[in-house]
């Protein structure tokens, strides 16, 4: 099956190099219009330029296809707003919305400016719902949506020195599921995508012969299969160096304790069986976690039949 986009609209937000550069050639190589979006910022997100943004528009033009350039900060929902109607004045629609916006400001957190910290939440976690609010109107009423978020393995396993970028990566996770259950009775799809490349917010992180393994082209086949009318929904997609993973935020089978005075050292002594995976799952929305709670409880009170 080839992964067709012929006659979808997509906004890919943070474009103008990197990763996002190489999510909008491919949505455009495929069919796809693209508004290509990029502050021109530096890494740690100061400064900004169109030009980053035009120039990979120039690229997909030259190849044939469609696109459109935007310079708007993802922080500011007005001008967010603004890009979405640049995108369906001029095709209509909005399908697809690829938010890849980021920057960062490492240090341990013991070092770390709090206003540092806030200003990657505000990037990531509120450029994201910024960008996700101002098209899902739109999709609501289309009755159709792909939206791909942008995770990272520093969200889902932790990363010294990134206390704020896992924060706001997490968080990510966090919106998709939810977004993913409102969605979907309206054709919406949400889904993450936990990228290893090598771009310029990498460059000294990693030595040089694995960022050369790592190139961002790897990454794309899974934004393709995550944007594409046929993608599951409430999935984290990994991938890296062309190695693909799923990664899964799972429930244990769990114990009932109770809530005697003796609680507390009755979880010490069984936390073992309680941290146990066997058996563990994928809960559908955030009320199976209380559901399987009150279930063991009811359980525990209910007499036994006597042999």
């Known amino acids: 099956m080839s992964l067709d986009f012929q006659g979808r609209v997509a906004i890919v937000t943070g474009a103008g190099g990197g990763l996002g550069r190489q999510h909008a050639l491919a949505l455009a190589a495929r ?12 890494v740690d997100g100061s400064g900004g330029s169109v030009s980053a943004a035009q120039a990979v528009v120039d690229e997909i033009r030259a190849a044939g296809g469609q696109a459109l350039a935007n310079g708007a900060s993802v922080t500011d929902f007005t001008a967010v707003q603004a890009m979405v109607a640049q995108a369906v004045d001029a095709w209509g629609r909005v399908d697809i919305l690829v938010n890849n916006a980021g920057i960062l400001r490492d240090k341990s957190f013991a070092k770390m400016d709090m206003d540092d910290f806030r200003l990657v939440v505000d990037v990531h976690l509120m450029g994201a719902a910024h ?13 159709y949506g792909r939206i791909v978020m942008t995770t990272s393995s520093t969200g889902l396993y932790g990363n010294f020195g990134q206390a704020n970028y896992g924060a706001a990566k997490l ?8 977004l993913a259950i409102e969605g979907a009775k309206h054709g919406i799809h949400v889904n993450a995508l936990a990228p290893t490349a090598a ?23 899974a934004m393709l299969v995550l944007a594409h009318e046929t993608a599951p929904t409430r999935t984290i997609l ?15 089978q769990g114990v009932h304790i109770g809530a005697g005075d003796d ?45």
Not at 271 to 289: F, I, K, N
Not at 293 to 305: D, I
């Open 31 to 42: 069919g796809a219009k693209v508004l290509v979006n990029d502050l021109g910022g530096t």
């Open 131 to 143: 960008c996700c609010k101002a098209v899902w109107a739109r999709m609501v009423e289309q009755k």
């Open 171 to 178: 968080a990510q996770v966090g919106l998709m599921q939810t």
């Open 199 to 221: 771009t310029r917010m990498t460059e000294g992180l990693m030595p040089e012969d694995v960022l050369a393994a790592l190139k961002p082209e790897a990454v794309v086949p």
């Open 238 to 252: 990994c991938a890296g160096a062309g190695t693909f993973e799923a990664a899964h935020i799972t429930l244990t």
């Open 263 to 307: 609680a507390p050292e009755q979880l010490a002594a069984r936390l073992g069986e309680v941290v146990d995976r066997a058996g563990d799952t994928v809960p559908a929305s955030g009320a199976a976690q209380g559901t399987n709670e009150v279930g063991k409880a009811l359980a525990a009170r209910t007499p036994r039949a006597i042999p």
